[in-house]
């Protein structure tokens, strides 16, 4: 059984472009989480989407935005692109409510 | 002062002895505690979960809260080399919430063989 799928795994970016990062939650999941790990920090709450549509919000801005699909699989869109953009961005997936099983993460670099 | 405060370690023991991880927080709100493990480029893995006061235990692991003292400690018994990881501990006032969910920064655990 997969459990949560990210893609690409490494990414380098440059300030001011747009990335998409994508996930595929683990099977039976319907929830999906995403958030932003900076290196030696916790992880930061982005969003969680539930049935197609953003359910919870965390202090991000709104160059951050994101997607989940009918298979429940999601994307997170960055716009405009900053140095401090750069981290560790973790998808989680769970029946709603917790119990998270996260992904390995894609690594972003903007430079 | 920070929601919750964990010390970043680095911690480093001999393969066997007994490891404690301690978490303290200010927001007396907080009924729900985890405690998560992250190797190194690999996301969190939950390993303990807890309500309210008292101990947990699951095989080596045992979980712990005071919510009089708002401290929090996770116990490794006989560790192992594959114990080494950063662990997280993260917190909330109530289940299904992320937003409220805050996490400590981690502590770096090396298990010496």
């Known amino acids: 059984d997969a459990g949560v799928t990210q893609s690409p795994t490494h990414l380098i970016k440059t300030r001011g472009q747009q990335v998409t990062l994508r996930c595929s939650p683990k099977?039976?999941?319907?929830?999906v989480s995403w958030y932003q790990q900076a290196l030696g920090q916790g992880p930061q709450f982005i969003f969680q989407?539930?049935?197609?549509?953003?359910?919870q919000r965390g202090n991000f801005p709104d160059r951050f935005s994101g997607h989940q699909f009918p298979n429940y699989s999601s994307e997170l869109n960055v716009n405009a692109l900053l140095l401090g953009d750069s981290a560790l961005y973790l998808c989680a997936s769970s029946p709603l409510g917790y119990g998270y099983t996260f992904g390995s993460g894609t690594r972003l670099t903007v430079v | 002062q920070k929601e919750v405060e964990q010390d970043p370690g680095p911690l480093s023991v001999p393969e066997g002895a007994i490891v404690s991880l301690n978490c303290t927080y200010s927001?007396?709100?907080?009924?729900?505690f985890m405690w998560y493990r992250q190797y190194s480029r690999k996301g969190p893995e939950l390993l303990m979960y807890t309500y309210s006061s008292g101990n947990k235990e699951d095989g080596r692991f045992t979980a712990q809260v005071d919510k009089s003292s708002k401290y929090i400690s996770l116990f490794i018994r006989d560790s192992q080399p594959s114990d080494s990881a950063t662990y997280l501990c993260a917190m909330s006032p109530n289940a299904g919430n992320n937003r409220k969910l805050i996490w400590g920064l981690g502590t770096s655990l090396a298990v010496n063989p």
């Open positions: 927001n007396s709100a907080f009924q729900y």
């Open positions: 099977s039976g999941h319907d929830t």
């Open positions: 989407y539930y049935e197609e549509e953003e359910r």
